[in-house]
C-alpha cells in the first residue's frame, strides 16, 4: 500500500509543479488543487499508514495504542482540505477578476511579445 | 490573554452582521477593538517584563495539558511583538479612514481578521495553529491587496495569492515531516525531543525543518524567494502596504522563535542547523533590497524594497549569533518596522499632488542629460506650502530612520547591532562580522541616497504640482509613528535592556519549555508512537 500511495503523490506533485509553471491561470488553478491533494495525502502517510483501525479509542479501555490509526493527522488533514479550499475558490474569484481586467488568462496580465 | 485573538474576532464577526454599508458604526467599532488591543498589548508588555523569568503566562485551549492541546504562550519577545502589531494597527487604521476604507467593502472586518491572524502567530505555541493562523492572516491579507481593486492591484495580487499558497504547502508538508518523526506539533515539547532523536531518523527531522524554513523565508522575503513582495506591497492600497510591514516580521519572527528553539545550543547534534544558510541568504536580501532602492523609480516600490532590507538585516543579525546582537535585531525590527509604515503612508500623500508617471520622468530624465525647463519665475519667491514642509519634514525624519543615521532610531539599532558583531571576542572578529559590517554600512549609504533623491525630485523639484491637500486625520499617525521612533530613541536604555532580556529568554528556553510542559504534571509519551 505505501508505494501505491507514494507513487500516487509523487505523480500528482509532478504534475501540480508542471501545471503551476505555465503561463494560463486556469492551469495554475489545477495546479494548485493538485499539489494540495498531494500534500493533504502526505499528511495521511505521516501518520503511518493502517488499514481496519479505529482513531478513537474503544469505550472503556485504552489499550494498546499501536491498535488504534493516528487521529492527530486526520484532524490536520481536513484543516488542510477546508483551508486549501476555501483559498482556491478564492483565487478562481482573483482569476475571473483579472481575466475580466486585462482581456487576457495570462498569469502576468498581457501576453509575451511574439 | 486570549484577548488578542478573541476581541478582532468578535469585532469582525459584528461587522459582518452589521453589514459593509455602515461605515461609522465599522469604523467606530474597529478603532474600539483597535484601541483596546492597544491596551491589552501594553497590559501584556508590563507583566511579562515584570515577571522574574520573562515566561509571562500559557494559556491552555481547552484546558488541556501542553503536549496534547494547544497553548497560548506569552514571553517578552511576544508581548513585544504584539503591541508593535496593535501600534502599527491604530496608525494605519487612522490613516485609512480619511479615505481608503471607502473605496472597498468589507475593509474593517478584514483589517479585524488580518488582526487576529496576526497576533495568533505571535501567540501561539503549537505548530499546526501556527499554520492555521498563518491562513487567517494570509486569506485576510489577500482581500486587503486586493481592496480597491485595479488592473495593477489584481495582477499583482494574483501572484501574491499563487506564491503564497505554494508556500503554504510547503508548510503543510515540513509540519508532517516534523509530525512523522518526532509524534509532536507542540513546539516546547518538539525542542525536548530532538536533541533524542535517532541518528537515522535526523536527516527526516531537518528535511522537514528547512521545508518549513522555506515557507517561513518567503513571508520573510528573503532571496531568492522575495520577487514577489515589491510588486504587491507596491500595488497594495497605502495603509494596507503600512501595515503589511508587520508581514515579513510575522516570518521573521517565526525563524527566531523556532530555530532558537528548536537548534538552539541544546539541540544536540543538529544544534545550528542551517544557520550558515540563513546568515547567506540574509546578507543576499540586504543585497538585493539594497540594489532594488536604487534602480526603484517610484517611491512606493522603493519602500517596499526597504523591507527586503529590513528583513534581511534582522535574519542576518538573527543567524549571526551573539546574543547581543540578537537584541540589537530586535530593536532594529521595531525601529525600521515603524520607519518603513510611516514610509509608506507619507508616500501616497506626496504622490497624490502629482500626474502618474511623474516619478519615471524625473530618473529618466536625468539619466538622458536633459536640461530641467521648469524654471518658473514667479514660483521661486513663494513660501514653501505648510503643508509640504510637514511633508518634507517627516519624510526627511522617515529617510534618516531607515537609512540609520543619527539621531533617530535607526542610527541607535545599527550601531548595536555592529556594536554586538565586532565585539564577540575581541582579539577575532569574524569575517562574517566583517562582511556584515560592510553590507550595512554600504546598505544605509545607498538607501540615503536613494531616498534623498526620490525626496528632492518628489519636493523640491516639482514646482508645477499641485499643493497636495493633507487632512490632519492623515498626517497625524505619521507624525505618530515617527514621535514614537523618536520616543525609541530617547528610550534607549530601557528599549535596548528589554529586547536584551527578550533575547536572553532566547537564548535559554528552560523557563519556556518548563512554563509550557509543566504547567501540569503529565506523563510524557501516554499516546507516544509506537514504531
Known amino acids: 500500500m505505501e508505494i501505491v500511495l507514494a507513487i500516487g503523490i509523487g505523480v500528482l506533485v509532478s504534475s501540480g509543479v508542471w501545471l503551476i509553471f505555465r503561463p494560463r491561470t486556469f492551469q495554475v488553478v489545477v495546479g494548485l488543487s493538485l499539489l494540495s491533494y498531494a500534500v493533504n495525502l502526505f499528511i495521511i502517510a505521516m501518520g503511518r499508514l493502517k488499514t481496519e483501525a479505529a482513531p478513537i479509542l474503544a469505550a472503556g479501555g485504552g489499550g494498546d495504542p499501536g491498535r488504534y490509526a493516528d487521529p492527530l493527522p486526520q484532524a490536520l488533514v481536513l484543516t488542510a482540505i477546508v483551508i486549501s479550499f476555501a483559498t482556491t475558490a478564492l483565487l478562481l474569484v482573483v482569476l475571473i477578476a483579472s481575466r475580466g481586467l486585462t482581456g487576457t488568462d495570462h498569469v502576468d496580465g498581457r501576453e509575451l511579445d511574439r | ?531
Open chain 2, 1 to 531: 490573554m486570549i484577548a488578542p485573538i478573541a476581541v478582532p474576532l468578535f469585532a469582525s464577526a459584528m461587522m459582518l452582521v452589521l453589514g459593509g454599508d455602515r461605515r461609522t458604526m465599522n469604523a467606530t467599532l474597529n478603532v474600539a477593538s483597535v484601541v483596546a488591543l492597544v491596551g491589552i498589548a501594553i497590559a501584556l508588555l508590563q507583566r511579562a517584563d515584570a515577571s522574574p523569568d520573562g515566561l509571562l503566562d500559557v494559556y491552555r485551549l481547552g484546558d488541556w495539558p501542553a503536549p496534547f492541546g494547544i497553548v497560548l504562550v506569552v514571553d517578552r519577545l511576544t508581548a513585544m511583538m504584539l503591541l508593535l502589531t496593535s501600534i502599527l494597527a491604530l496608525a494605519t487604521l487612522i490613516f485609512s479612514l480619511a479615505r481608503w476604507h471607502r473605496v472597498g467593502a468589507h475593509f474593517h472586518s478584514l483589517f479585524q481578521l488580518l488582526l487576529m491572524g496576526v497576533n495568533g502567530a505571535f501567540l501561539t505555541g503549537d505548530l499546526f495553529n501556527l499554520f492555521v493562523f498563518f491562513e487567517i492572516l494570509l486569506a485576510a491579507s489577500y482581500g486587503l491587496a486586493l481592496h480597491g481593486s485595479g488592473t495593477a492591484r489584481v495582477t499583482a495580487g494574483m501572484h501574491y495569492i499563487i506564491v503564497n499558497l505554494v508556500a503554504s504547502f510547503l508548510f503543510l508538508i515540513g509540519v508532517s515531516l516534523i509530525y512523522g518523526v518526532t509524534g509532536t506539533l507542540n513546539m516546547a515539547d518538539l525542542a525536548t525531543r530532538i536533541p533524542a532523536i535517532r541518528a537515522e531518523d535526523r536527516a527526516l527531522l531537518e528535511t522537514g525543518a528547512a521545508i518549513l524554513g522555506i515557507a517561513f523565508l518567503t513571508k520573510a522575503g528573503m532571496w531568492p524567494m522575495c520577487f514577489w513582495l515589491p510588486r504587491t506591497y507596491a500595488a497594495a492600497p497605502p495603509p494596507v502596504a503600512a501595515f503589511f510591514a508587520i508581514l515579513t516580521k510575522v516570518g521573521v519572527y517565526i525563524i527566531l522563535r523556532l530555530w532558537l528553539l528548536l537548534f538552539g545550543d541544546h539541540a544536540g547534534p543538529s544544534a545550528q542547523f542551517g544557520g550558515e544558510l540563513l546568515l547567506t541568504g540574509g546578507m543576499a536580501t540586504i543585497v538585493f533590497g539594497t540594489i532594488g532602492c536604487l534602480a526603484s523609480q517610484d517611491m512606493a516600490r522603493l519602500t517596499a524594497y526597504s523591507v527586503l532590507v529590513s528583513s534581511g538585516t534582522v535574519l542576518s543579525a538573527i543567524a549571526m549569533g551573539p546574543i547581543g546582537m540578537t537584541g540589537g535585531a530586535l530593536y532594529y525590527l521595531v525601529s525600521s518596522t515603524l520607519g518603513l509604515a510611516a514610509l509608506f503612508l507619507l508616500v501616497e500623500l506626496i504622490e497624490r499632488g502629482r500626474e502618474p508617471g511623474a516619478d519615471l520622468l524625473a530618473v529618466t530624465r536625468e539619466l538622458y542629460g536633459e536640461e530641467d525647463e521648469l524654471d518658473d519665475p514667479e514660483g521661486t519667491g513663494i513660501a514653501i506650502p505648510a503643508s509640504i514642509a510637514i511633508l518634507g519634514g517627516a519624510f526627511i525624519c522617515c529617510a534618516l530612520i531607515i537609512s540609520g543615521l543619527p539621531p533617530l532610531s535607526g542610527f541607535i539599532a545599527k550601531f548595536a547591532l555592529l556594536t554586538a558583531a565586532l565585539n564577540p571576542q575581541p582579539d577575532s572578529v569574524p569575517a562574517a562580522a566583517w562582511i556584515f559590517l560592510v553590507i550595512l554600512i554600504l546598505s544605509g549609504l545607498a538607501t540615503l541616497i536613494a531616498t534623498t533623491r526620490a525626496g528632492i525630485y518628489a519636493l523640491w523639484a516639482s514646482s508645477d504640482r499641485a499643493v497636495p491637500s493633507v487632512r490632519l486625520v492623515e498626517i497625524a499617525p505619521i507624525i505618530a509613528l515617527i514621535l514614537l521612533c523618536a520616543a525609541q530613541t530617547i528610550q534607549a536604555g530601557p528599549v535596548l535592556r528589554y529586547m536584551q532580556a527578550a533575547a536572553d529568554s532566547l537564548y535559554t528556553p528552560h523557563s519556556y519549555l518548563r512554563g509550557v510542559l509543566d504547567a501540569e504534571n503529565v506523563p510524557q509519551n501516554t499516546l507516544g508512537r509506537t514504531r
